[in-house]
């Protein structure tokens, strides 16, 4: 597995970007988490790299960002965010603009798609998304982490021929 370097300065600024972008939402905890994860993981998938590097571990409403909260109290004593209750949610609100000079257009643009692919759902809606998106979250224990590079993992069939040959292969060279 591995272990991307973490830049804590672009994970700030994502935070404050994607509070900002559904600032009109209230989107809690479990919507900021997958919006993470995803751009992470499919930026590794289509850019070749993790927008942040950050790690994510399995727990039981999908993929969270290990840094996620001790990140964000280091940015509400900055004054970067704030974070509210609304209802059964935690919601991050952002206090200042991203510097987004940090990130690539095809980082943004990537991050505006995942942003708009979760919006119409309902937290659990999201959490249950991200149990169907995410081979990696499939594939360990809650608690542990979950690999990004799981996500080139292909969630489609094998098609037939592949296994027709897989057996012909194995009935000749004797696996």
């Known amino acids: 597995m591995t272990r991307w370097k973490q830049d804590t300065k672009k994970l700030r600024e994502l935070i404050l970007f994607v509070a900002q972008q559904c600032a009109d939402d209230d989107v809690g905890d479990i919507f900021l988490n997958k919006v993470l994860f995803f751009s992470d993981a499919w930026a590794l998938q289509h850019l070749g790299t993790p927008?942040?590097?950050s790690r994510y571990q399995k727990q039981p409403l999908g993929p969270t960002s290990r840094p996620l909260r001790p990140l964000r109290d280091e940015m509400i004593g900055d004054g970067d965010v704030e974070v509210e209750t609304v209802?059964?949610?935690t919601v991050t609100r952002a206090l200042r603009k991203p510097d987004m000079s940090r990130f690539s257009k095809d980082?943004?643009?990537l991050v505006e798609r995942v942003?708009?692919?979760f919006r119409s759902y309902s937290a659990m809606g999201v959490s249950d998304a991200s149990h169907?998106?995410?081979p990696g979250w499939n594939l360990v224990e809650i608690g542990d982490d979950i690999p990004l590079e799981s996500q080139l993992i292909s969630r489609e069939p094998i098609p037939a021929e592949a296994i027709q040959r897989g057996h012909e292969l194995a009935e000749r060279f004797g696996w």
């Open 51 to 53: 927008i942040t590097g």
């Open 107 to 109: 980082e943004i643009e």
């Open 87 to 89: 209802g059964k949610r």
């Open 132 to 134: 169907d998106l995410s």
């Open 115 to 117: 942003i708009e692919l």
